[in-house]
């Protein structure tokens, strides 16, 4: 669970994205800051020394003294702000305050201010920051020579407000922004990704021998070098597999002469051997050799069906049809060993999807293991019904006890000794139902004797 | 039985312990037998003598079986030829009979059977089987259209002539009902599946003491044995 998060593309994808957007983001918000703050005072400041200059136009000198000429409506407009404190003085060249406020900012030290020269410059009155304009305001017709100095002052509350909301005005767009791409990330990494999950889904509901390449059709251009290494491993595993049962196939093959002729030998002396224990002898060969021949015979089998796997085609065929057929060609067989042969259709049509030569070979070793192990009667039964046909192999001998009918489709495993048997007949059959998406089942038969092999196909 | 006396025949086998089980066996049946034990080896025999069959391997040295098989043809040469092979797909199987085969038993085989196949490939060259069949004490001549049980004629209606026909045809074999259906509705009309079942329970009323009998396979339709 962990190392899966770790390893999720659009964790990694949305983390490197928010850490690349987060120092930007910083640097964002201190450019709007500083940039907003720069801006705001200036206009504040405009303003600061607007009222400045009025100020200044009411400073008159009469009879050698300066005077202030402030109507109250004046004044008030000079005091009175909702958010801010505004204060004003008059300072005139003696260093007296003729009006206004005596505790104000002192003027910054390093430049001196020059008579007609206006600055506006930062400074602490009471605690507080404040911006205060300055102008030095020249006279004539006073005693004293020199200017006036006049200075309005404010406090800095709603230029920071104006700051504060100007910089979120910015930022909060900004941070939209962010979180959209986040999202849209997430999403479409999902969107992309979707190829990728229809491939697994396409890739898990694969049978296990199914070693066919996966398509590339449809899949993102990413992929493929991906895709391409595993189609080349498939490839070279189904090489691998092939030559494998080709391997058996041709041991098998070769094994063939060598048997026929321990066989045919042994069955050519035994027509003229005289002696008792040489006949026994011989006849053991001979019984001996059909077995294996047997053996080798289901052996090829099963290599063909391994064979079959990658290039099996499934056409729609007459599952009546074909159970009919083998059962005729089982018939004359059966009835020489004194056991009764019957088929019998039962429900509707009984149309499946097969290979017809694998299904006959399936439905032969059914038959020959009934016959092997079974009674005196075989009855066939195909079943046609909506949800697919079944295929029935009954017959009325010992039957398998219930705990032993799952070993029974084991390579090798046989039940009795003597039967002859190669303990592959069920084997193959499963292989093949396999093959056909079909179920394999053995039951009792009715009334608790004999047994019924079912072969359920899904629907064609 | 058919007459083996005198019957020459080539096998092409080049297993020693299985070329020499066969020949032994092929003697004692009655025959006469030559043994090639490569495709080269056996081309000189078969110019060399005029065999009544050849018993014919497919992996053989110096010169492929298929190709021995197709020089024969190719030169005209009519005897019947059976494959003992170890190949056994159908692919095999349709190119060996491609190549002029008659008959093809796959290894290992079972020597009686080697030998009826042998025996039935050889009454068919020379022309016999078709028109007389002998199953038990039954006789047939579909040239004449005659039945016979031992010495006594036997009397049965046409219809009941064609279905006998069809299961001696098929001895050995399953026939169905709507195989026989089929065949009487081409030269009658309309011949049900009851009707055929009619039949079939009247030749086996007139088949009694022949020693042979019409099984009835549920679902499958009707084989002709030879009782015990």
């Given at each position: 669970m962990n190392r899966e998060k770790r390893q999720s593309l659009r964790r990694q994808l949305i983390v490197r994205m928010l850490a690349m957007m987060l120092p930007l983001f910083i640097l964002l918000w201190a450019i709007a800051y500083f940039s907003s703050q720069y801006f705001i005072n200036a206009a504040f400041d405009r303003s600061l020394m607007r009222r400045t200059f009025a100020l200044a136009d009411r400073v008159e000198v009469l009879h050698g003294r300066i005077q202030v000429d402030l109507p109250v409506a004046a004044r008030e407009l000079l005091v009175f702000d909702q958010e801010d404190l505004l204060f004003h003085s008059i300072t005139s060249p003696d260093g007296r305050v003729v009006e206004g406020e005596r505790d104000m900012p002192r003027l910054p030290a390093r430049k001196p201010i020059r008579p007609g020269q206006l600055i506006v410059y930062d400074g602490v009155k009471d605690g507080a920051k404040v911006r205060v304009a300055a102008f030095a305001l020249s006279l004539k017709g006073t005693s004293a020579s020199g200017a006036a100095l006049v200075q309005v002052g404010e406090t800095l509350t709603r230029r920071s407000v104006l700051a504060g909301r100007a910089t979120l005005a910015i930022v909060i767009p900004m941070l939209?922004?962010?979180?959209?791409?986040?999202?849209?990330?997430?999403?479409?990494?999902?969107?992309?990704?979707?190829?990728?999950?229809?491939?697994?889904?396409?890739?898990?509901?694969?049978?296990?021998?199914?070693?066919?390449?996966?398509?590339?059709?449809?899949?993102?251009?990413?992929?493929?070098?991906?895709?391409?290494?595993?189609?080349?491993?498939?490839?070279?595993?189904?090489?691998?597999?092939?030559?494998?049962?080709?391997?058996?196939?041709?041991?098998?093959?070769?094994?063939?002469?060598?048997?026929?002729?321990?066989?045919?030998?042994?069955?050519?002396?035994?027509?003229?051997?005289?002696?008792?224990?040489?006949?026994?002898?011989?006849a053991r060969i001979a019984r001996s050799t059909q077995t294996m021949g047997d053996l080798v015979q289901k052996l090829l089998i099963l290599a063909r069906v391994d064979a079959a796997e990658n290039t099996l085609r499934l056409i729609r065929l007459d599952g009546a049809a074909v159970m009919r057929a083998v059962a005729r060609e089982w018939a004359p067989q059966a009835l020489a060993k004194g056991v009764e042969m019957g088929f019998e259709m039962k429900g509707g049509e009984a149309w499946l999807r097969g290979d017809a030569q694998l299904l006959r070979e399936m439905l032969a070793n059914l038959i020959d293991n009934a016959l092997r192990y079974g009674g005196t009667r075989i009855a066939l039964t195909v079943c046609g019904s909506e949800q697919g046909v079944t295929w029935l192999v009954a017959d009325n001998g010992p039957g398998i006890p219930e705990p032993q009918r799952a070993a029974v489709f084991a390579p090798f495993h046989r039940l009795s000794a003597g039967v002859g048997g190669a303990g592959l007949g069920l084997t193959i059959v499963q292989r093949i139902a396999h093959l056909h998406g079909a179920a394999v089942s053995l039951e009792a038969g009715k009334g608790g004797t004999g047994l019924v092999a079912s072969v359920k196909f899904p629907p064609a | 039985m058919c007459q083996t006396f005198g019957m020459k025949i080539l096998l092409v086998e080049d297993d020693p312990t299985l070329g020499?089980?066969?020949?032994?066996?092929?003697?004692?049946?009655?025959?006469?037998?030559?043994?090639?034990?490569?495709?080269?080896?056996?081309?000189?025999?078969?110019?060399?003598?005029?065999?009544?069959a050849m018993l014919l391997d497919l992996g053989l040295p110096r010169r492929e079986g298929l190709q021995v098989l197709r020089n024969l043809r190719k030169r005209g040469a009519t005897l019947p030829v059976m494959i003992l092979t170890a190949r056994d797909t159908v692919e095999d199987r349709v190119r060996g009979l491609d190549a002029g085969a008659d008959d093809y038993l796959l290894k290992p085989f079972a020597l009686d059977e080697l030998l009826a196949r042998l025996r039935a490939l050889l009454r068919r060259a020379h022309g016999v089987a078709d028109t007389q069949i002998r199953i038990g004490r039954l006789n047939f001549d579909s040239v004449k259209r005659q039945?016979?049980?031992?010495?006594?004629?036997?009397?049965?209606?046409a219809r009941e002539m064609e279905v006998l026909e069809i299961l001696l045809h098929h001895a050995g074999r399953v026939t169905a009902k709507e195989a026989i259906a089929d065949r009487l509705t081409g030269w009658d009309d309309?011949?049900?599946?009851?009707?055929?079942?009619?039949?079939?329970?009247?030749?086996?009323?007139?088949?009694?003491?022949?020693?042979?009998?019409?099984?009835?396979?549920?679902?499958?339709?009707?084989?002709?044995?030879?009782?015990?």
């Open positions: 939209l922004m962010t979180l959209t791409a986040a999202v849209a990330i997430a999403f479409g990494v999902g969107r992309g990704l979707e190829p990728v999950s229809r491939l697994r889904d396409r890739l898990s509901a694969r049978q296990a021998f199914d070693l066919s390449p996966v398509p590339l059709e449809g899949t993102p251009a990413e992929l493929r070098p991906f895709l391409d290494e595993i189609n080349s491993l498939l490839q070279r595993l189904s090489e691998a597999v092939e030559a494998q049962s080709r391997f058996v196939a041709d041991a098998a093959h070769q094994l063939r002469t060598p048997i026929a002729g321990i066989r045919t030998q042994a069955e050519a002396a035994l027509a003229s051997a005289r002696h008792e224990d040489a006949q026994h002898a011989l | 020499e089980a066969v020949m032994l066996a092929a003697r004692q049946a009655g025959f006469a037998v030559d043994w090639s034990q490569d495709g080269v080896q056996a081309e000189n025999a078969l110019a060399g003598y005029a065999y009544d039945a016979s049980m031992g010495e006594a004629p036997l009397v049965l209606s309309g011949v049900g599946e009851n009707a055929v079942e009619v039949y079939i329970h009247r030749l086996r009323r007139k088949l009694e003491g022949s020693g042979v009998a019409i099984r009835t396979l549920r679902g499958l339709g009707y084989l002709l044995e030879t009782e015990r």
